[in-house]
């Protein structure tokens, strides 16, 4: 009966395991927890998937201590809705950098997605994918933010990001000077 | 009498000549004599400064628009009060423009509407203002709300780390991208780094160099991304010895391939330049700026089928030298056209049509210059049209929207034909906002618009106001006569401009031109007597105002003497970095070497190509030491594009040719045509020579040419004023049959060669010419014409001894 109890109680184990099998729960820097498919993490992210691969994954809850809460939830969110319609990360080899691999247009749940963030939610959101190593999460974050910039005078931009401007006159206008086409119409 | 001032320079006895080659400032001694200008040769057709930097105009413009904007103008005033819209910061002297002939300044004023109106419009062009601030918020609330977040809180972009700055960076148009290096430090030149280096290309292939293995190189280098690719092929001149480019086509794939955004061709020296096909290949969806020269055909045709946003991203366009392209077939497909700069083109679109229909809406800047096969020029959507330059030796017809509100409005039309001057002015959009307007035209002067007699008070309210366009709470004001008037005081600021000039082109001024100045002051000082307003202007605003004015009235100069022959490459390079900017007197002077070791100064062609790129319109070469000078096999060539030229002087080249078929108007404005120890086909030259005053030919080689034609067939050289042809061989006959006007003839030959001069002529001043054979005696001083005027009548013939007088 004992080896049938263990017995017992080990399938169950088992099957706790195999149930969690198909999550990752992952503890935001303030402690919350969320649960994600294990799936969908190791396809969207390169840390996770290495994580996973390396068998460092805590079932109490990974902790990212880089990212906040709101960040976390809005991660989680964008893998367990559309987990099924992204490609995964791993087969994007590494050694095709950003900025030589053809960028492909967000798509308009994509858009939505990051449309409806504030202006800090979508700064944590973009460094909450670069901490995971999320490529197309970076690619629609970003895609977003330059969205924010294009076509705006510098002065635009600067009110939109709160950048300071610390040039000097002198300076702003060598710059200006120096590539006056560009400069053309502000 | 300009001929007598010409003695004192050009008598000198030529053996000399070969000695101590003259000086480059001695010729200024006959520039001197003040020009007397009528009001037709006011109205003389010169062509336009075409500036090269449009952008640098516009932003100087913008920026000069600002200041004036906080500036109150109070009740009428009337020349004077044209000069605070041009205020101009010094920089803009550099992009000056006109310098025409026939320049008819005219400012649109916009004295009743209140001031606040006027900055509000000011502020809307500047961009920076509250107003389009506030347009932009209205594009995206959330992007409003973000900002109104981000102003409480820290910059969170700038904190990103750099590999995500740069990745947003790429998903940006370059113009955008760019513009973020005038955010902070901390983004400065970042943009440069987006694309793996090197994300700007600057090939340049010199004779000797391997097209071939550069092409590898690019192939190596993948088909990555890149902002900007320039292409200049140089000029090879010996095809036979040097690679070939023998495929740049394959340049213009590469970069299409890299998803250029910034592609400038320069094609100068393909060695069949001018049968040279660019052909756009498909994938050009990134390009903005597409900069071309040089080439002999460029397609931007798709097939099978034309898309309409073939080019979604393309800004501007510049097409110079280009022989042939399909226009329309490019602005069909680039809804975003801002710039349009067609110079030189000859044959665009189809029947000479342009079509901008579908590209209007954006367009804010037209140029179209000398492509003298346009018949007709449609904008009629672009409402946004704030610059729109036309030049051409026709009379195209031209259709812009009412509603277009010019700063910049530049015509010259030099057609034969005056029946279209009162469609091209009541073709004349709003010019409530103008700033600048110039018409060239000699139809102007078959028009009554300028009937009016010209007031004579100093207000300068004179011409006739263009009824059409001007609304009547604004006026428009057109100039002609007053400034004439002013001649002294203008010369004056030619003193002052041209120390000016120097200083901004680095150039050096000769001791020459320094004693001119000093003339120039004491006349000032005469001048000064009178009321001086304009002077009292400041200097920028002179500066301005004398690049609209013709060369004679603002003479300035870059003289540069080519002595140590280690300077000649140095003098090249300083030109290439001066880029082409207008120039109005253009010296080359090669001395004789003294030291035999000197290395032979091979390549005067490229200074003249420079200048005539630089629309030069007084040239004066003297290559009286060029080592091949007197060998007959040396040539050098006048590029297409003199159509600025003056004044031509021409001393010890072997040979001169044009480089291309001359037509008719070649040279519009050619007016002094001096040569001395050149061998031309001089008939070739008349013919394209329509305004033609002086003619001087000094122990010319005109083999071959037989009988000068002062009267071809259109009889143009109506206005010859002095003919001097001395000591030239091949010499048989003049035909100045029809040259009514005729002033000064002076003829020597050592052969007996005959003339015909009007009898209708009243000359001042007739020398004539000595010969073996007495039979024609008889006949030329028959021939003489009405001597009544005459002052000084020289013959020498050896014929007199025995004719009866």
Known sequence: ??????????????????????????????????????????????????????????????????????????????????????????????????????????????RKFVDRL????????????????????????????????????????????????????????????????????? | MEGGSFDEVWEEPPEDDLDNPMEGGSFDEVWEEPPEDDLDNLLMVKVMNFNWRCSEVQLNKTRATARTAGRQFDGPCGLLGLFPLHSHSVSSSDSKRGGSGGAVETGARDEHRPVAGISSAMAHLLGASSLKKRRAGEEGEEIEAAAAMAAEEEDRISELP??????????????????????????????????????????????????????????????????????????????????????????????????????????????????????????CSHLARVFIRHTG??????????????????????????????????LWACPRLQTLDLRYCDVLGFQGVINLESSGAHLRSLTVAECNRITRLDASRATG???????????????????????????????????????????????????????????????????DPISQNKRGVSGG????????????????????RDEKETRS??????????????????????????????????????????????????????????????????????????????????????????????????????????????????????????????????VASHFVSWTWIRRFTLPPGCSHLARLFIRHEAGVSFGFSLRFDAFPALEVVHLHF???DINELLWACPRLKTLCLRRCNCQGAGAINLMPARAHLKTIESVTVLECSGITHIDARKAHGLRSFRFSSAGFPTYDIAGTAKLDDHISLRGQNRKPLGHWIRALPDLANLTVLTICSIGLRVCAL
């Open chain 2, 162 to 283: 750099e590999d995500l700055r740069l990745r947003i960076l790429t998903l940006l148009p370059l113009r955008s991208a760019i513009r973020t290096g005038a955010l902070s430090t901390r983004w400065r030149a970042l943009w440069e780094r987006r694309w793996p280096a090197p994300s700007s290309m600057d090939l340049h292939i010199r004779p000797g160099d391997d097209p071939e293995e550069l092409l590898r190189s690019l192939e190596r280098r993948g088909e990555r991304r890149i902002d900007r690719f320039s292409l200049t092929i140089h000029p090879n001149k010996r095809p036979l010895q040097h690679h070939r480019v023998r495929d740049p086509q394959r340049f213009l794939d590469y970069a299409a391939a890299c998803a250029v955004e910034d592609l400038h061709i320069d094609a100068a020296g393909h060695f069949v330049s001018m049968l040279s096909t660019f052909i756009f290949p498909p994938g």
């Open chain 2, 297 to 330: 055909r460029v397609s931007f045709r798709s097939f099978p089928c034309s898309d309409a946003s073939r080019f979604p991203a393309l800004e501007v366009i510049h097409l110079y030298l280009v022989r042939s392209v399909d226009i329309n077939e490019l």
């Open chain 2, 678 to 680: 050149v061998r031309i």
């Open chain 1, 118 to 186: 504030s202006h800090d939610a979508l700064f944590d959101l973009v460094e909450a994918a670069n901490f995971l190593g999320m490529e197309r999460l970076l690619d629609v974050t970003c895609h977003k933010i330059s969205e924010m910039m294009k076509g705006k005078s510098p002065d635009q931009i600067r009110e939109v990001f709160n950048i300071k401007n610390d040039y000097t006159k002198e300076e702003l206008e060598e710059i200006r000077q120096e590539l006056a086409w560009a400069f053309y119409d502000d």
């Open chain 2, 493 to 622: 600021w030619g003193a002052a401009s041209s120390s000016a000039m120097a200083q901004l082109l680095g150039a050096s001024t000769s001791k020459k031109q320094r004693a001119d100045e000093e003339g120039e002051e004491i006349e000032a000082a005469a001048a000064a007597e009178e009321e001086d307003r304009i002077s009292g202007l400041p200097e920028d605003l002179r500066l301005r105002i004398l690049t609209l004015l013709p060369l004679k009235s603002a003479i300035r100069t870059v003289a540069r003497a080519l002595g140590a022959p280690l300077a000649r490459t140095e003098v090249l390079r300083s030109l290439e970095r001066r880029g082409l900017r207008r120039l109005d007197r253009f010296s080359l002077t090669i001395e004789r070497s003294r030291n035999p070791a000197d290395p032979p100064f091979r390549a005067p062609q490229r200074f003249i190509d420079y200048a005539a790129a630089c629309g030069v319109e007084d040239l004066r070469v003297d």
């Open chain 2, 465 to 484: 106001a263009v009824e059409a366009g001007a609304r009547e709470e604004h006026h428009v004001l057109i100039e002609i006569r007053e400034w004439r």
């Open chain 1, 1 to 110: 009966m004992e080896v049938d109890k263990g017995k017992g109680e080990a399938e169950e184990t088992r099957k706790v395991a195999e149930a969690d099998r198909d999550t990752v729960t992952l503890k935001s820097s303030d402690g919350k927890l969320f649960e994600v498919s294990k799936e969908a993490a190791a396809r969207l992210s390169t840390v996770l998937a290495g994580m996973i691969a390396g068998g460092s994954i805590d079932d109490n809850g990974t902790d990212l201590k880089q990212i906040g809460s709101e960040a976390l939830e809005n991660v989680v969110d964008y893998c367990n809705k559309h987990a099924n319609s992204i490609p995964s990360a791993a087969l994007i080899s590494s050694s095709i950098s950003f900025n030589t691999a053809p960028f492909k247009e967000p798509e308009e749940w994509e």
């Open chain 2, 385 to 451: 049209l704030r610059s729109f330059c036309l030049s051409s030796a026709q009379l195209p017809t031209y259709n812009i929207p009412a509603t277009a509100s010019l700063d910049d409005l530049y015509l010259s039309l030099r057609g034969q034909n005056c029946e279209p001057i009162k469609h091209w002015i009541q073709a004349l959009p709003n010019l409530a906002n103008l700033t600048v307007l110039t018409i060239c035209s000699v139809a102007l002067r078959g028009s009554n618009l300028f009937t």
